[in-house]
DNA sequence: CGCCGCGTTGAAGAAAATCAAAGCACGTGG
DNA sequence: CCACGTGCTTTGATTTTCTTCAACGCGGCG
């Protein structure tokens, strides 16, 4: 049986026992396609499944009156999509793929059930909706004081380190699918003048730009500019993983021992 | 014995056990007092414990390289903080308290022991953790896309419409803590503009200010000018816990009846 | 071909920052 | 009781940053 793609993502985190993996791969309908520029939900709607991204990108949105929009987050391949509505019965943003991509839907009901079954997977889905808050942090920092070209240089940076977790970058060349447009919404700005500060990186040799690819040129001067600091990206999870995984094992103890649990660090 | 105030807390979400009422308690240590302007934890700091907020205000925010700052949330009493440090060994946001006040500590490890007991407290807390996102989520909307005074009429419908979920507001009356330094770190906005936008406010008859305190004389007009939908502050969780009061059931079943809780659910 | 979405550039204007100075409330110590 | 310092608010003048409006080029595609 061929990987189900949240399976994968998890097993970034933490090695799964042969439970946890058939747990999650009982959550997994089919993987669904959607072409470029479509919508995965609108607000408003209800809320009664999450995502995790399986191919493509994928941006979350919150319309306004008066016409205009803000982009809250971008999704890359190994994110997880909808956790944050575990508290709502209906959307509260909007979310579209901007590229062809592959999302698997789970139903949010069974997260209970997940819970209860697995304090592993808790632990792990409970990390992911912390990790979800420290990149949303930065964000508002970045929104609320920074300069545009601070707010450019750090999305830049901010999207190739997470590209790193996932995905491979080659000598920090990154494909880019956002329209400067759709970047002008994610960082509050107009795209005019994200397209003026483009060139103003570019004239500065930090990065480099050929149709819808970015190359970061000089990383260190971008972070330079920016005052990027990676901190928020790096989980340190292991400490909180491994009480889970002990305390996993002591309950499968008590109740009939659980073969499948020993040992785990060696599955595979 | 007098209820500790997760435990009041807690409630305001849903009817708890007396199983969970003995474990939230267990958790908590001695209620620490903190007077106005002290930090309750730096950037960079290990982080062990988090916190539920008893008395008076507290904001977390996070210093920038050239001296400014960005204040991210602002919490009133009843409100649960630094979660969002589970993922996370050390502090990614400073938090200080703004008034005279009063916090609980819990040990950040033994959270996994909770989920491991009771569903439902662990239901609790990722709602709480999904209601902060969404919180942040429409802060980062008022960062991005919203004009000097949408955001301070934003921000004030939002703290007055937190408060009266576990505190009582008299006649739209609220006492605000905040220094206009302190509101312009959270905005994104310089001191001296949120002063000229309180002065804009007053003199259209929205608001009254004498001394530290600000009355909503208008809230509709309030409401126009911020674009306000309170939306992302009313979290529908009734059929998520419901779900895990029967599941806890379901599992408590097996070794002895809890009859503490009378669910009324027709899940499949 | 002609349309449309996207990127690019220039010029003018608006929003908010910065700089500077003064007033006001409050607590502290003489 | 008053003088003084300190932190917060208020106001004006000036400057910076970014937006808005407008126009044009360019490439893809029906």
Sequence with gaps: MEKSCIIKHFEHYSPLTEDDKLLLDSLEKSPREYRKNTSVWTQGEPSNHFYTVSKGWVYSYRN???GSRQILDVYVPGDVVGLREFAFNKRITGLTVMSDAVLCAFPKTRLTEVFAESLLLCSIFFMI???DQAILLERLVNLGRRSARQKLAHFLLEISKRLQKTNVIINNHLTLPLTQTLLADALGLSAVHVNRVFKELREEN??????????LLDVEGLREVAGFDAGYLEENIEAMLQQARQMQRKINGAGGADPADLGILETS
Excluded: K, P, R
């Design 129 to 131: 909706s912390a990790t």
């Design 64 to 66: 306004m009156e008066d």
């Design 206 to 215: 930090l990065i480099e730009q050929t149709n819808g690819h970015v190359q």
